[in-house]
């Protein structure tokens, strides 16, 4: 199809049948307009901590897919296959830590937009300096109930856009 102007247009379900022939996979678009994230990594080498944050995430919203990783190296993988839209990310990690990850993550392409929160066990003052001069876009003790988490990570209804 073209337009009067000689512009080729091309339908949305041929576009996704063809990249679905040819093994090209489309970024997951907001469903419902809400522009919440569909695609969340979470990093944090405490295993329980990371399952619990997975489980309120899927609670809140069984679209989103989830993955996680134990420190900064494993996420770095990770975020070239996932690109994810939200990374939710420890300060202490084995390796390089939150900080220095964040940082990288807002340098790489593929996750400079990412919305970058993190959570820290002992959120002090000059963490959250340290986390705001690597980007974050926001930042929580551990200790905050799953409502606050989820607020934080926008994924709840009345998620607020302020930093916490």
């Known amino acids: 199809m073209s337009t009067a102007g000689g512009h080729r247009r091309f339908l949305f379900d041929s576009l996704q049948h063809f990249a679905h022939e040819h093994g090209i996979r489309l970024e997951d678009l907001p469903v419902h307009g809400t522009g919440r994230p ?10 329980v901590f990371v399952e619990y944050l997975r ?13 996680c990783a134990a420190d900064g190296f494993q996420a770095g993988q990770l975020t070239e296959t996932l690109r994810p839209q939200l990374v939710v990310l420890d300060i202490n990690m084995p390796g390089f ?9 807002r340098a790489n392409p593929t996750t400079a937009t990412a919305r970058l929160v993190v959570l820290s066990g002992a959120l002090s003052s000059e963490h959250i300096a340290a986390a705001q001069a690597a980007g974050a876009d926001a930042w929580l003790e551990k200790g905050a109930s799953a409502a606050a988490i989820l607020a934080v990570m926008q994924l709840s209804e009345g998620a607020a856009r302020a930093r916490v």
Not at 56 to 65: E, H, K, M, P, R
Request: with cysteine; net charge negative.
């Open 38 to 47: 569909k695609r969340v990594l979470l990093v944090d080498d405490d295993l």
């Open 97 to 105: 830590d939150g900080i220095d990850l964040c940082r990288r993550l």
């Open 55 to 67: 489980e309120i995430v899927l609670a809140a919203d069984a679209g989103v897919q989830v993955e």
